[in-house]
C-alpha cells in the first residue's frame, strides 16, 4: 500500500489546477442510465472513484469510454443487459445508490445492494427510498438489496426532506425526469453539484426548475436524449488547496476556482487573517507573516460550511493563535483526524459532534494514517507545516478525491513524494 513522505517547512507559493467535481460527476455518470443517447462528461477527474462508478455502470451493461486520458467520459446507455448493483462494486463507495432511480425510471426495475455504513458514520439511504415510493416505486429490503419496481413507469409526486441529503436529492432528481405529470421536491439540497446535474439533465432534455432554491419542481418528460456537459470545478480540492498557502505561509493561485463555490470557506479563511482574492484566472490565496487567528467553524449543508473541509479547515486551526471550536452537524464520527493531529502535538478535546481544539506554536512530523478521504489530505496538509517527516499511510483513500495530489503540492514548492509499496 502506497504511503506519502512529506518534509514539512517549505512556504509554497505557484499555481495549482483544479479539476472537475467528484461528487458531480459521480451523480453526472448514472444520468446515462436515464438515456439511449450518447452522455459525454468533460472536464472529468481522474480518480479512483470515477473509476469505480465505471466499472459499476459497466456491470450494468453501459458503455464506458475514457478519453483524452480520462479527462473526458464517453457514455452510453443504449444497451443496458443487467439491473442488478453488485454488493462487491457497491460496498466500495456509496455514491453506487445514484443508480438506483435513473434505472427505475428509465425501465421500471432496479435491485441494488445496500451500501452498509462507513468510517464517517452509519450513512443509511433511506431517505433516498422514501422519496422514489413518493414517485410511485414500490421497494423491498430483502437479502441486502433494494428491489424496486414501477411497472407502469414513475409517476410525479411530491416528497419534503425532514433534512437535506445531497445524494438523495440526485436520486429523486434524476428519477423525476421520466416520471409522468409533476414533481415537487422539497428541502432539497442546494449543493453546486446539484446545481451542475440539473443543468445536465436540463441539457439532455428535462424540464426542472429551482435548482439552488430548496424546491426543485420536476415536469417529467418521455425521453432524454444525449449532451455534452463540463462538469463544475471540485469545491473541495478548491477549499483544500487553499489552505495549503494558509497553513505553510506563501500565495498560491487556484486555477479555475470560483470564490461562490466555497463562500462560507473563504470567509473563514478571512476571519482567521487570510488573505483570498479573485483573480482572471481563480482565486488567490495569501498568507502573510504570523499566526493564523483561532476560528468556530460549524459544518452545514451548502451555502453553509461544508463537512468535507472540516478535517483540513482543523489542520490549520491546529496551528492557530487561541482556541477554535469546530462542531460537525452533517455526520456524527467525523473527527478521525484529530488523535491523528494528536500524534503530530495538535491539541484537540472531542467531545461527541464538538472538537475544542487549542492551537500550538508548531506541529512535529509523525508517522500517521489516513482514516478515510478527507482525513488524510488534512494529514497532508498538517505535515506540510510540521517540522521535520511525516509519513501518511493508506493514501489509497486520498486516491479516491485527490488527483496526483504529490505533483500539484511539489509543484508549489512542497517536499512531498510517494512511496509505492
Ligand atoms: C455527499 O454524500 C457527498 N458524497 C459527501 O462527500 C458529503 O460529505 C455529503 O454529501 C455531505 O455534503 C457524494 O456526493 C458522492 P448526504 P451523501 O445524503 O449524499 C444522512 C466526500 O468526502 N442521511 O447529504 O451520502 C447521512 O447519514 C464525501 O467526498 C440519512 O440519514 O450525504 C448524513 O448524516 C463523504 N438518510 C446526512 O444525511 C439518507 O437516506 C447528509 O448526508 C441519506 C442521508
Redesign the pocket.
Known sequence: MDSILVHGGAELSGQIPIAGA??AC??LMPATLLTDGPLTLTNAPRLSDIRTMTALLQSLGAEVTALQGGRVLALSSHDLTNHLADYDIVRKM??SILVLGPLLARHGHAVVSLPGGCA?????????LRALEALGATLELRDGYVHATAPGGLTGGRFAFP??????TENVLMAATLARGTSVIENA?R?P?IMDLARCLRRMGARIEGEGTGTLTVEGVDRLEGATHAVVPDR?ELGTYMLAPAITGGAVELLGGRRELVAAFADKLEESGIDVAETEAGLKVVRRNGRVKAVDVTTE?FPGF???LQAQMMALLCTADGVSVLEEK???NRFMHAPELMRMGARIDVHGGTARVTGVERLNGAPVMAT???ASVSLILAALAAEGETVVSRVYHLDR?YERVEEKLGACGARIERISA
Do not use: C
Not at 120 to 128: K, S, Y
Not at 163 to 168: C, D, E, K, L
Open positions: 467528484k461528487n459521480l451523480a456509496r455514491a464517517i458514520g452509519a450513512r443509511p439511504v433511506d431517505l433516498h433534512f437535506v441529503s445531497v445524494g438523495a439540497a449543493e453539484e473541495i449543508p461544508p463537512t468535507d452533517i455526520f456524527e478515510d478521504l478527507r478525491g
